[in-house]
């Protein structure tokens, strides 16, 4: 498979400065609204990337939650990111809309959101994933499949008979961006890039080469 010759031209949409919002998180929500209009496939999953504990970039796919002042997602607390997260509090999220032919990366501080907010989306989880919250000990070793059903087990008769309550390692967190970068895909790799930056208390905006 000669995976050099894999190519693709984009030529679907284009992007300028006088097309965006000067707000880029109301852009971000036009933006995410058209890619649910066009049936984006987990239109809400995003690369969430970390300082590992090493000092090396560490990545992976979450579910974005929500958009407000920041973008929120939400996972186990001692989980390998969260530990991350706890050392070094700056992180970047990028997300990838192929059928739109765009993308977006934002970078910013990461700070845990309330613990009311932290209740209020796991009480709106369906019962099964409310029980994998307090099953998995995440990103540590376990000893086989059997040993995680058997705490599934465990925890399903804890709360068989009385109301089920959030785990105190599991909530929130809301990236609070400092630069957002809007990418459209266009011909023979000269891209639109417009970048969002957030200097003196107020947003500037600038196109990138590509």
């Known amino acids: 498979m000669d995976i050099s010759a894999i190519r ?6 284009s992007l300028d400065i006088s097309d965006v919002n000067s707000n880029p998180m109301a852009q971000f929500e036009v933006w995410f609204e058209e890619a649910l209009k066009a049936e984006v496939l987990e239109v809400n999953a995003m690369t969430v990337s970390t300082l590992g504990l090493d000092g ?17 997602f939400f996972t186990n607390y001692q989980s390998q ?3 991350e997260l706890e050392m070094h509090n700056s992180a970047s999220l990028t997300f990838f809309w192929p059928e739109l032919e765009r993308q977006v990366r934002v970078r910013g501080k990461v700070e ?6 932290s209740d209020t989306y796991f009480f709106s989880r369906p019962l099964g994933s409310q029980i994998g919250a307090w099953v998995s000990p995440q990103s540590q070793p376990i000893s086989s499949r059997e040993d995680l059903n058997a ?6 008769k804890q709360f068989e008979n009385k109301a089920m309550d959030r785990p105190p390692h599991w909530g929130g967190y809301r990236l609070m961006p400092s630069t957002i970068e809007f990418w459209q895909g266009r011909p023979s790799r000269l891209h639109d890039r417009i970048k969002y930056e957030f200097q003196d208390g107020k947003w500037s905006i600038t196109r990138l080469a590509p």
């Open 8 to 13: 693709k031209d984009y030529s679907i949409k």
């Open 56 to 72: 090396t970039p560490n990545a992976r796919i979450l579910l974005l939650k929500g958009v407000d002042t920041g973008f929120v």
């Open 81 to 83: 990111k969260g530990k």
């Open 112 to 117: 845990k959101v309330t613990a009311e907010e």
């Open 151 to 156: 705490s599934q087990l465990d925890i399903e």
